[in-house]
């Protein structure tokens, strides 16, 4: 037997495809999947088939689709949908599950990139990305429960064994033939830095030292408009170092994998014009960092006063006092 589920739900028995039936039927099956070699419970069936509002047949309609397919997943004799005391459990065998397959060459690339084999790197990444077929159970509708947060980390899962196989291929010097299909998922994922990331120094390594720079700008105000962050500490630093034209980038380093967390800023803009208040600003730094009182005040909660036009308003003072500690924004040169 063969199962499909990178795109979509597929089962080959003795080498013919098999019709798996309705779309209900089709999702008990891709649920089933996801979770092969372990049991699922009918309870989380019916929550992935018909999500808050499960239809009053729905157990008796989820023991027929189970009685349906079992009799589809059987070959010479043996039955691979079992029923156990916790559920449904949907056996599969090695090589048999293109999910597994996957997990199985992300995992030997990995360990051939950490050992320094680019090109055996490269070769795993990149059959583990060929059995993709378009997303997850992409046929199949599913309306909650832990599938869909599988669904979520199977995408996430591709985009990441992408941007190896991208670091895998920069490591063997394919930077200039690598800049069009970055372009193509940069753009699919504006919030990615590791992919502007790989593209940046692909365009680096290829001459167009402009088209690097302009990729950052491009993920740059993509991150400050849609999350209210700047870029990470670690494509910063390499954007600075193609501001540079720093030789070392030209040959065998990659993007590193990951940048620090952001915080995002979610701070009123900062006051054009403030004069005065120093008295305050200094009680409210002193008690947020060190929870202490200036010297020679009373031991008291400080809180800024005043009307509420102008500089003079509470809110301008906190504003001010927050501005002053933030973390100024990277600046072009």
């Known amino acids: 037997m063969q199962f499909e589920i990178l795109g979509p739900v597929r089962v080959t028995v003795s080498g013919q495809a098999v019709r798996i039936g309705s779309a209900r039927q089709r999702a008990v099956l891709g649920v089933l ?32 689709y189970v009685w349906r397919l ?15 005391p916790a559920g449904y459990l949907l056996r599969v065998k090695p090589g048999e599950l293109d999910l597994a397959e996957f997990e199985r060459l992300v995992a030997d690339g990995r360990a051939a990139m950490a050992r320094g084999e680019a090109f055996a790197a490269a070769r795993q990444l990149r059959g583990a990305l060929d059995l993709w077929h378009g997303g997850p159970l992409e046929d199949v509708t599913l309306h909650g429960g832990d599938p869909l947060a599988e669904i979520m980390r199977l995408n996430e899962a591709r985009v990441a064994t992408l941007e190896e196989r991208i670091d895998a291929d920069l490591a063997l010097g394919k930077a200039e033939e690598l800049v069009g299909e970055l372009q193509q998922h940069a753009a ?4 990615r ?20 720079l302009g990729a950052y700008r491009t993920l740059r105000t993509a991150l400050i408009e849609e999350l209210g962050l700047e870029p990470g500490p670690a ?7 193609i501001l540079a034209a720093d030789p070392d980038l030209r040959e065998g380093e990659v993007v590193p994998r990951r940048s620090a967390r952001h915080t995002p800023r979610q ?5 054009r014009q403030f004069t005065g208040r120093a ?21 008291r909660t400080c809180w800024p006063t005043g009307t ?26």
């Open 279 to 299: 008295d305050e600003v200094q009680a409210l730094t002193a008690l947020a960092e060190h929870g202490e009182q200036p010297a020679g005040t009373a031991p």
């Open 235 to 241: 494509i910063q630093e390499l954007h600075e170092r």
């Open 33 to 64: 999947l996801l979770s092969a070699g372990r049991a699922v419970s009918v309870d989380r069936l019916i929550d992935a088939v018909w999500g808050d509002q499960p239809a009053e047949s729905a157990l008796n309609l989820v023991r027929t």
């Open 70 to 84: 079992r009799s589809l997943l059987t070959e010479d004799g043996e039955t691979r949908l079992e029923t156990e």
């Open 193 to 212: 830095e590791r992919l502007t990331g790989s593209l940046m120094l692909a365009c680096y390594r290829s001459g167009r030292q402009a088209d690097a």
């Open 188 to 191: 699919q994922n504006p919030l």
């Open 267 to 271: 701070l009123p803009a900062a006051p």
């Open 308 to 333: 509420r036009t102008g500089s003079c308003s509470s809110t301008c003072t906190a504003t001010r006092r927050a501005w002053s500690r933030a973390s100024p924004p990277t600046r072009w040169r």
